[in-house]
């Protein structure tokens, strides 16, 4: 599913002729990183230097053979990328020092408020990140009526009469439809979280 | 009472307050399979509520991406 999807997409971003892999694997991940970005206060510009800066140091450090999958989880090196590169840019003018793994602060730092938020944050983004791959997948192995049904009514916010109308179902059907979507949604979050352990 | 509709479910979750569900609510605490119905109606709403907020915070960048300017893979 959609992990093995994860595996080629990484794999495929070894050979830098593979265009195509570094584009999906930006258009993945481009999203949740300027939304994590914008989130613990940088504005646009930074948040955009941010992001780039990341994934193009996520990519090189791969390409070196730095990120061992079974050693670590993606969430955590990329997100210790985006970490240290966010605190670097709220730190602008300050000296900043690493830990051993990379990604912390040195001593007697003062951190903007913003910073001591980032762990939370990134957890809170990477959640939103599996729950839109989990829809993706979703979207991609249901009947289309049925996903419809599920998006107008659940996530549109559509009356039930109005979908069971557009879509010619019964309105029992439209509450069938997103309760079995929720139930699979649900599946499919626990297998991708538990595929990331 | 019979067992709750799956509509009276719904009306439950979105208008907790409300006094006119009263007796709804009652039903539902006191029958096993309508406070289960419920209880799950409950967790499906927060799930949906990520699902918005997904979208709100995706929609909010949407512009930002597009003018990002290209990375060299």
Request: aromatic residues 6%.
């Given at each position: 599913?959609?992990?093995?999807?994860?595996?080629t997409l990484l794999e495929g971003l070894v050979d830098p002729r593979n265009?195509?892999a570094w584009?999906?694997?930006?258009?993945?991940?481009?999203?949740?990183?300027?939304?994590?970005?914008?989130?613990?206060?940088?504005?646009?510009?930074?948040?955009?230097?941010?992001?780039?800066?990341?994934?193009?140091?996520?990519l090189?450090?791969y390409r070196a053979g730095?990120y061992?999958?079974?050693?670590?989880?993606?969430?955590?090196?990329?997100?210790?990328?985006?970490?240290?590169?966010?605190?670097?840019?709220?730190?602008?003018?300050?000296?900043?020092?690493?830990?051993?793994?990379?990604?912390?602060?040195?001593?007697?730092?003062?951190?903007?408020?913003?910073?001591?938020?980032?762990?939370?944050?990134?957890?809170?983004?990477?959640?939103?990140?599996?729950?839109?791959?989990?829809?993706?997948?979703?979207?991609?192995?249901?009947?289309?009526?049925?996903?419809?049904?599920?998006?107008?009514?659940?996530?549109?916010?559509?009356?039930?009469?109005?979908?069971?109308?557009?879509?010619?179902?019964?309105?029992?059907?439209?509450?069938?439809?997103?309760?079995?979507?929720?139930?699979?949604?649900?599946?499919?979050?626990?297998?991708?979280?538990?595929?990331?352990? | 009472?019979?067992?709750?509709?799956?509509?009276?479910?719904?009306?439950?979750?979105?208008?907790?307050?409300?006094?006119?569900?009263?007796?709804?609510?009652?039903?539902?605490?006191?029958?096993?399979?309508?406070?289960?119905?419920?209880?799950?109606?409950?967790?499906?709403?927060?799930?949906?509520?990520?699902?918005?907020?997904?979208?709100?915070?995706?929609?909010?960048?949407?512009?930002?991406?597009?003018?990002?300017?290209?990375?060299?893979g």
């Amino acid at each position: 599913m959609l992990s093995r999807t994860t595996t080629t997409l990484l794999e495929g971003l070894v050979d830098p002729r593979n265009e195509s892999a570094w584009r999906r694997f930006y258009d993945r991940y481009t999203p949740m990183l300027l939304s994590f970005a914008k989130r613990v206060g940088l504005n646009d510009a930074d948040a955009q230097d941010v992001v780039s800066d990341t994934l193009v140091t996520f990519l090189q450090q791969y390409r070196a053979g730095r990120y061992d999958r079974a050693r670590g989880r993606l969430k955590s090196w990329l997100g210790g990328i985006a970490r240290h590169k966010i605190r670097r840019c709220l730190s602008k003018g300050r000296p900043v020092s690493l830990n051993a793994s990379g990604s912390g602060d040195g001593p007697g730092l003062p951190e903007p408020a913003a910073v001591c938020d980032l762990d939370a944050a990134f957890e809170h983004e990477w959640q939103l990140q599996r729950l839109s791959e989990a829809l993706e997948v979703l979207r991609g192995e249901s009947d289309p009526t049925t996903y419809q049904a599920f998006d107008l009514y659940a996530l549109k916010n559509w009356p039930v009469d109005k979908v069971a109308s557009f879509l010619e179902l019964k309105p029992n059907s439209v509450y069938i439809s997103k309760s079995r979507m929720l139930k699979r949604l649900r599946h499919i979050l626990e297998w991708l979280t538990a595929e990331e352990e | 009472m019979r067992c709750l509709t799956d509509q009276q479910i719904e009306a439950l979750v979105s208008r907790p307050g409300d006094p006119a569900l009263e007796g709804l609510r009652r039903h539902a605490e006191s029958c096993g399979t309508c406070r289960e119905k419920l209880e799950d109606a409950r967790s499906d709403a927060g799930l949906i509520a990520e699902i918005r907020e997904l979208s709100e915070l995706r929609e909010a960048v949407k512009l930002l991406v597009e003018k990002m300017p290209p990375s060299a893979g």
